[in-house]
């Protein structure tokens, strides 16, 4: 069964930072890229960072320089490490992870204000 658990999220000043991880079973990490996306209320989902299985980047112009995406295969768990923190990073924070099917956590929210 393929389960993907998002972590550390929380209440944050501007200017302020988190670390995400997203630990996953049920499938071989090593072998599917990963995503963080993130939902703000009243907005549809949108893309943040994605991580091949190369270690390749990519990033929304929206987060690029503020956020960085990892991963630690020994673990089987990605990160979202979120830097400068703006209130309209304000959202609900998932993790995908794709192989034949987009595979989703829950969710952590992630709130940004002073």
């Known amino acids: 069964q393929v389960q993907l658990v998002e972590a550390g999220g929380g209440l944050v000043q501007p200017g302020g930072s988190l670390r995400l991880p997203c630990a996953a079973s049920?499938?071989?990490?090593?072998?599917?890229?990963m995503s963080w996306y993130r939902q703000a209320p009243g907005k549809e989902r949108e893309f943040a960072a994605l991580i091949l299985t190369t270690g390749s980047t990519v990033y929304a112009d929206s987060v690029k320089g503020r956020f960085t995406i990892s991963r630690d295969n020994a673990k089987n768990t990605v990160y979202l490490q979120m830097n400068n923190l703006k209130v309209e990073d304000t959202a609900v924070y998932y993790c995908?992870?794709?192989?034949?099917?987009?595979?989703w956590g829950q969710g952590t929210q992630v709130t940004v204000s002073s």
């Open positions: 049920g499938f071989t990490f090593s072998r599917v890229p």
């Open positions: 995908k992870g794709t192989f034949a099917n987009d595979y």
